[in-house]
């Protein structure tokens, strides 16, 4: 069964410090992953999207790194801004015609001043 | 980026009545959308893939006669919860594909809010 799954399932940090936020998956066969920032009552925005053969992908304070052969990957935030408060969703696409998603249910990430 | 719109971004019915959710991709086409609820604390549950000009595919578990989706244009597909229950609250979204360049990127409305009273 094609599985995402985040850890931790929430987290409070202050402002201006750096998080790691985890994401295993076990989808097959795997086409990409995704980051998504959803804020309180809106859509997802996606982050970065990485597809098998990269592993880093950088998008402002946001960094996610990929590790195939693990099936891991990580999602960091730098210098944290109270705007960064959100639900982080791990997304994982299945190889195929249709590019079925499995969500990971996120974590919810708290700045604190 | 690409934008997708939803329609209306909350709604309050009544017990029984139907609701018709809107989906737009504004700048660019899509063939396929799909739509999600979500419930509190929880992650996105995909409840049907939107093919534009065929019968959508629904989720196992989601009621095709409950939620009649229609794709009529490659820019928009809309969600109609008939009849609807206060255990059909909850948090609606749509994404759209966007097949340009063979990116397979989903890009995510903003979401409508529906509570059944």
């Known amino acids: 069964k094609n599985q995402v799954e985040q850890s931790p399932q929430s987290l409070i940090i202050l402002e201006g410090k750096n998080c790691t936020l985890q994401?295993?998956?076990?989808?097959?066969?795997?086409?990409?992953l995704r980051w998504y920032k959803q804020d309180t009552g809106r859509g997802p925005v996606s982050l970065t999207i990485m597809t098998f053969s990269e592993n880093t992908k950088s998008n402002g304070r946001y960094t996610a790194t990929l590790d195939a052969d693990t099936k891991q990957s990580s999602l960091h935030i730098t210098a944290s801004q109270l705007s960064d408060s959100a639900s982080y969703i791990c997304?994982?696409?299945?190889?195929?015609?249709?590019?079925?998603?499995?969500f990971g249910i996120g974590t919810k990430l708290q700045v604190i001043p | 980026g690409a934008v997708v719109s939803q329609h209306p971004s909350w709604v309050i019915c009544k017990s029984g009545t139907s609701v018709k959710i809107e989906c737009r991709s504004l700048?660019?086409?899509?063939?396929?959308m799909f739509w999600y609820r979500q419930f509190p604390k929880q992650s996105l549950m995909l409840m049907a893939t939107s093919n534009e000009g065929s019968k959508a595919t629904y989720e196992q578990g989601v009621e095709k006669d409950k939620f009649l989706i229609n794709h009529a244009s490659l820019t928009l597909s809309t969600l109609t919860v008939t009849s609807a229950h206060p255990e059909d609250s909850s948090f609606y979204i749509c994404?759209?594909?966007?097949?340009?360049?063979?990116?397979?990127?989903?890009?995510f409305g903003p979401g409508t809010r529906l509570t059944v009273t």
């Open positions: 994404s759209a594909r966007d097949l340009e360049g063979g990116s397979y990127e989903q890009y």
């Open positions: 997304v994982v696409s299945v190889r195929g015609g249709y590019q079925k998603v499995t």
């Open positions: 994401c295993n998956y076990t989808v097959s066969p795997f086409s990409n």
């Open positions: 700048d660019f086409q899509a063939t396929t």
